[in-house]
């Protein structure tokens, strides 16, 4: 079974940077397109961007120009680099599946706040 573990949120202040990892098990992760979501509170589960298994990216137009996806397949883990935060970026952020649509069990997110 594949395992998602999230990791890299806290709490910066508007403007600040953080960088999130997903470590996979369970699969050959090279070969996977690589989704990060966001979940607000109140709100819908969202898209961020995605990161395909030959290095295409695509991005949610609200963090297009200030969010990175990237992986690194020797650590089967794949990575957000946050940059120029804004309050609105406030949210648990989890990693999945790109291809397929969010085909593997959810992992515990990691909370991104964003606060002065």
């Known amino acids: 079974q594949v395992h998602l573990v999230e990791s890299g949120g806290g709490l910066v202040q508007p403007g600040g940077s953080l960088r999130l990892s997903c470590v996979v098990s369970?699969?050959?992760?090279?070969?996977?397109?690589m989704d990060w979501y966001r979940q607000a509170p109140g709100k819908q589960r969202e898209w961020v961007a995605r990161l395909s298994s030959i290095g295409n990216t695509n991005y949610a137009d609200p963090v297009k120009g200030r969010f990175t996806i990237s992986r690194d397949n020797a650590k089967n883990t794949l990575y957000l680099q946050m940059n120029s935060l804004k309050v609105e970026d406030t949210a648990v952020y989890y990693c999945?599946?790109?291809?397929?649509?969010?085909?593997?069990?959810w992992g515990q997110g990691t909370q991104v706040t964003v606060s002065s």
């Open positions: 999945n599946e790109g291809q397929y649509g969010s085909i593997w069990p």
């Open positions: 369970g699969t050959i992760f090279s070969i996977h397109a």
